[in-house]
């Protein structure tokens, strides 16, 4: 079966050669087959196909791609926001509040959590998730959620060493030993990725040499590295990813030009998280800067209890333009086109023939009207490959 998708306004392919070329078609068609897409171009044009979908002149963009997401927890930690909104400054020590939830939590809970959030992000366009663990922290919660985080996607991150648990503060070399050893063991069958936040200027993440450590014995397990970097201040992050050929480096919030300069000469991204920025009152990364030294960037949500309870992605686009000195085509090339290099994906980010049919369908005529209209419900997920989606059960 052929399905011809038309009516559609304008048409975003993300297919250009620069992030603010976002490769434009006017009343445009997409025409689907075996769920992925197999032709492109003018409706004028358009092959006969066996059904249709009218989308009656809204426009159409690759489906959002959210490559950094914690979405395995339980709890909440709206005091800790609203104490951060009256002055206290985010260190990272809550993430044990929220470990202490999600260890406590049953499975089932914990999978009901989940699929509400993978339903809240669909609803607003997003077709790709990545998804960490990180809120359990010992070799059996860390291994459930990764389990239970590959029943909605196949992009799963194990973040073991996201900090220190509270219960062995005093042993932090033997943390990095369980985390390296028996936790890894346990978690890199359910897991893509390792990751490890790397950040001196907090006494609960891990040293440059501790991050090393977790990063080396992920990709010897098989895993493909990610960073936690440059978040809380200068730090080494952002070198040791690009020193390990990680995929991406994320936050990336505190970048100097030797920093920079680093990840314009390889093929590690840096994944801007705006929500961040918003949520702990930090000073958001200069969006500008990084496409001047010619850097790929993508931009995630982050969503987490503790530093951006949001799964929204058109938010995410807003913030970046209007605090991150992003052109609107800027920033939605770096939610879709951006997001699928931060996780190594040609099948997902853009419209173009052999990718897969995942759409972002907007209740507006153009893409500019996701940061024109912020807050505003216009996003929604169309997916045409059944059985291929990230991000659904």
């Not at 490559?67 to 339980?74: P, Q, T, W």
């Not at 939590?105 to 993978?118: I, K, Y």
């Not at 009152?281 to 931009?299: H, K, M, N, Q």
């Amino acid at each position: 079966m052929s399905t011809l998708v038309h009516g559609i306004s304008q048409l975003v392919t993300c297919q250009g050669a620069e992030p603010a070329d976002v490769g434009l078609i006017a009343e445009a068609a997409v025409v689907v087959q075996d769920g992925r897409i197999a032709w492109v171009g003018a409706a004028s044009v358009a092959p006969e196909c066996d059904e249709a979908i009218d989308l009656g002149g809204r426009a159409v963009l690759p489906g959002f791609v959210d490559s950094h997401a914690h979405l395995v927890f339980a709890g909440d930690r709206a005091g800790e926001f609203t104490a951060r909104m009256t002055g206290t400054p985010y260190d990272g020590g809550g993430i044990g509040v929220s470990m202490a939830a999600t260890r406590a939590a049953t499975d089932d809970e914990l999978r009901a959590l989940v699929a509400a959030r993978v339903a809240e992000m669909r609803a607003q366009g997003t077709t790709t998730i990545e998804i960490k663990s990180g809120y359990g922290l010992s070799v059996h919660d860390e291994e459930r959620a990764l389990r239970i985080a590959r029943e909605f996607t196949s992009e799963t991150t194990f973040l073991g060493a996201h900090v220190v648990p509270p219960e062995m503060r005093g042993e932090r070399a033997a943390y990095v030993d369980l985390v390296t050893g028996p936790m890894l063991a346990a978690c890199a069958p359910q897991a893509r990725w390792v990751d490890v936040f790397c950040e001196p200027n907090s006494p609960y993440a891990f040293t440059e040499d501790e991050s090393r450590q977790v990063l080396a014995a992920g990709i010897a397990a098989g895993l493909l590295p990610r960073v936690h970097g440059n978040q809380l201040g200068p730090g080494p992050g952002i070198g040791l990813a690009v020193e390990m050929g990680a995929a991406s480096v994320d936050h990336c919030t505190f970048a100097s030009d030797d920093d920079l300069e680093a990840l314009a000469a390889s093929s590690t991204v840096a994944t801007l998280l705006p929500g961040v920025e918003f949520s702990t009152r930090s000073p958001y990364p200069d969006g500008r800067r990084f496409l001047a030294a010619g850097v790929r960037i993508a931009i995630a949500s982050d969503c987490n209890p503790g530093t951006c309870y949001s799964s929204s992605m058109p938010f995410m686009i807003a913030l970046a333009v209007r605090e991150m000195g992003l052109s609107p085509a800027e920033a939605v090339w770096a939610a879709t086109a951006g997001g699928a290099a931060a996780l190594r994906r040609n099948d997902i980010g853009r419209i173009a023939v052999g990718a897969l049919a995942h759409f972002a369908v907007l209740e507006a005529p153009s893409y500019e009207h996701l940061a024109y209209r912020p807050g505003v419900p216009l996003a929604r997920s169309l997916v045409l490959s059944e059985g291929a989606l990230e991000g659904a059960r």
